[in-house]
């Protein structure tokens, strides 16, 4: 007998509430809007979410929550590629849950932007790169989608479809650590993303907590239970 399939229909209704659902339309959506728009526009984009050394000084000189938040959604070439890895989302909520799938993407992305940038910053006091470094572009969604990728390659369910991940990363490795050995900023990114997501995969998988749930709005706390009353002691017959 053929086994019956599971029915599509919770599943589509389960869609809105994965933030990793959000995350692959907006990349999709973002292919034909950076091919509509004109060049100059595109250039202009760019140059505003970039999380350049520009961009991330403190207001009012820079916007380094704008830049770091939505340099995650403009990539610079390959895209219509980056919805496909990010799929990979999918796996990391199923593993880690909703919550802590985005916080740690999002610590990742801003910690292996803060390291690279720090590195350009470093190299332009010590007169190894030009000034004009500081305000190289650089956007994509290469950060979060790595450490999706070494997340869903460990720790997705069920562990066969860990080896599709495994080997989605493999085949990406090349480009995106291409330069390493030359300290391309890029490479030393997505390295330090790699081990990110290979270290919340570590920290899940010996003992992280779940976090705990909020109380929905309205509903009534949960009653302890009733101690059970004291039975009176027998005494035994002789």
Known sequence: MVPKLPPL????????????????????????????????RVHALRAWVSTDLGNLRLWPDGHPVESLTLSAFVPQ?????????ALSLFAVVGALGARRAVAAVALVHVAATAFTEGLVWWRIEHGSLPAEAAHA?????????????ALAATRARPAWSRAVWLLMLAVAAPDLLGGLTDGGTAAVGHLVSLLGGLAVAAAHRFGLRPLARRPRPGARPAEPEPEPEPQPERVPCR
């Open 77 to 85: 070439d390959t895209i219509w590629v980056w919805p496909v890895f």
């Open 137 to 149: 572009i650089d956007t994509g969604p290469s950060y979060v989608v790595v450490t999706a990728l």
């Open 9 to 40: 229909g919770p599943w589509i209704r389960r869609l809105p509430r994965n933030p990793a659902f959000w995350y692959v339309a907006a990349l999709a959506a973002m292919w034909p809007v950076l091919r509509l728009l004109p060049p100059e």
